[in-house]
Nanobody
Framework: QVQLIDSGGGLVQAGGSLRLSCAVSGRVLIMYSMAWFRQAPGKEREFVAG????????DYADSVKGRFAISRDDAQNTVTLQMNSLNPEDTAVYYC????????????????WGQGTQVTVSS
């Protein structure tokens, strides 16, 4: 059983930065591709960023390209999402997710989920 614990959310002003972390336990992280999704009030959950097992490939939603960066540390069993130049449209609950095989951009493709961490960007 894989357990994911998200952390790092908070309140930040527009233009600021936050760093989200996902701690993975129960299995070796290197076996899984990882992603971050987010869900804003009244909206569907959407893909934000993903990184393949082994770290060889990353993918980003168009809305965050050039501002967000996903990385993984398999030795520490953690995945990080560095978020820069935040704007109010980035306000959402952010979720870490894991799956075997390659990353995909739809949430039903992921087997394990963190509890979510709230990110609020004020204007």
């Amino acid at each position: 059983q894989v357990q994911l614990i998200d952390s790092g959310g908070g309140l930040v002003q527009a233009g600021g930065s936050l760093r989200l972390s996902c701690a993975v336990s129960g299995r070796v992280l290197i076996m899984y591709s990882m992603a971050w999704f987010r869900q804003a009030p009244g909206k569907e959950r959407e893909f934000v960023a993903g990184i393949n097992w082994g770290g060889g490939r990353t993918d980003y939603a168009d809305s965050v390209k050039g501002r967000f960066a996903i990385s993984r540390d398999d030795a520490q069993n953690t995945v990080t999402l560095q978020m820069n130049s935040l704007n109010p449209e980035d306000t959402a609950v952010y979720y870490c997710a894991a799956k075997s095989g390659a990353i995909v951009t739809w949430d039903t493709g992921y087997d394990y989920w963190g509890q979510g961490t709230q990110v609020t960007v004020s204007s």
